[in-house]
């Protein structure tokens, strides 16, 4: 069975700092992977994906991700962090093309100035 | 242009009624899908549909119907409203197909309340 951990339920940086949201993941066979951020009281927002080639991923708003396939982990990044990055952050797991997403638990990041 | 919006934003409702939310995207998706979100924000597929046909179906409770009339529109009619019901629920669609990116785009949510 596929299944998706964030062990984190919250996570606090000062502005300007880097930032990692983490997730470990379980699948038989390959993995599409995939973070999502909610704004309050927003739906959810595609961030980027991991499909395959290039273990790093580059998305939106200066976020990167990198899959780590012996550990299992698709670490959530960014160098630099805002206050506006502020958000509920949900990392995803499918197994195939048009298979349904899988989320983990949510990572409420926090930014402080 | 909203890409996937979804009607009612807020459903205040008493237990053992019946009510509706319609979702519908114009981004010419073919496969649509209805999320649960609870309180604690966990999130979880309860159905999904391509091309008009049902593909996934988690353990949802039968008072649970999902329909879609065309592949721009998947309504979700609950009967029988109980407590337990009160989440939120998103719609999403994305593009099936081998050579498609499959990243889901959601709508704003129904924020569905039960008395």
Redo the contacts between chains.
């Keep these: 069975a596929q299944s998706v951990a964030q062990p984190e339920d919250q996570v606090k940086v000062a502005e300007g700092n880097p930032l990692t949201v983490k997730c470990t993941y379980s699948v038989s066979g390959n993995p599409y992977l995939f973070w999502y951020v909610q704004y309050p009281n927003r739906g959810l927002q595609f961030l980027l994906k991991y499909i395959t080639g290039d273990n790093l991923v580059k998305g939106s708003y200066g976020f990167e991700a990198e899959f780590n396939k012996s550990q299992t982990s698709f670490h959530l990044k960014k160098p630099s962090a805002l206050v506006s990055d502020s958000a509920l952050y949900f990392c995803a797991v499918s197994r195939r093309q048009g298979g349904k997403l899988i989320f983990g638990q949510g990572t409420e990041l926090s930014v402080k100035p | 242009d909203t890409a ?1 919006s979804q009607t009612p934003k807020y459903l205040v409702t008493q237990m053992g009624n019946d009510k509706s939310i319609k979702c519908e995207q114009n981004l010419g998706h073919d ?1 649509m ?1 209805w999320y649960k979100q609870d309180s ?6 309860m159905f ?1 549909y ?1 091309n008009k046909e049902l593909i ?1 179906n ?1 353990t949802v409770p039968n008072r649970f119907s999902p329909k879609s009339p065309d592949k721009a529109h998947l309504n979700l009619h609950i009967n029988s409203l109980e407590l337990g019901d009160s989440a939120v629920y ?1 719609c ?1 669609s ?1 593009l ?3 050579s ?10 129904t924020r569905l309340t039960v008395l």
């Design positions: 996937v496969t899908y604690k924000k966990f999130l979880k597929i999904s391509n996934i988690e998103f999403a994305s099936s197909g081998r498609a990116y499959n990243e889901q785009f959601f709508g704003p949510g």
